[in-house]
C-alpha cells in the first residue's frame, strides 16, 4: 500500500519560505550601513569574534584581530580613508552597503591577512613596524 504525499504543497511552503529568506536579507542588507552606525562596540567585537573562531583562528590570532580592528577603525564598520572601507581599512571596489558589514568585512580581512601575511600576529607585527598592514 502506497502513501500518497502532496509534494506540491511542500514544494510552495518551500519557496514561500524562500522567498521570505531572500526578502529578509535584501531588508538587512539595505540596512546594513543604518544599523551599523548604531552599533555598539561590543556587538561588533561580538561579530568579530564569531567570524574568527568560524575560521578557525586561535585565541592569539583573534586578540591579534581585535587590535587590528582597533587601530584601523576603532571598531566603527562605516569607518572610511580615501579608497579604504570598513573595520579593517581594506581597498575595494564593492558597494559601501557590504563594507559596512561588520561580519562581511571581517571574513575579507581574515582572508586577505591570511594570504598576505599567514597570520594576524604577522599582520599586527608589520601594523605596528610600519603604521599600516
Known sequence: MSTYRSTTSQSNI?????????????????????????????????????????KHLSN?????????????????????????KGLFQLKTAYGYKKWSNPAWNTRKAIRYIKHRYGSCRAALSHSYRYGWY
Do not use: D, Q, Y
Not at 552606525?37 to 561590543?42: E, L, R
Open 14 to 54: 518551500v519557496k514561500a519560505v524562500l522567498v521570505l529568506l531572500l526578502a529578509l536579507a535584501f531588508t538587512v542588507g539595505a540596512a546594513s550601513p543604518a544599523l551599523a552606525k548604531g552599533m555598539s562596540k561590543k556587538k561588533v567585537v561580538a561579530i568579530i569574534k564569531s567570524v574568527a573562531k568560524a
Open 60 to 84: 592569539s590570532e583573534i586578540s591579534a584581530l581585535l587590535k587590528i580592528c582597533k587601530r584601523e577603525s576603532t571598531f566603527r564598520p562605516t569607518a572610511r580613508n580615501h579608497s579604504c
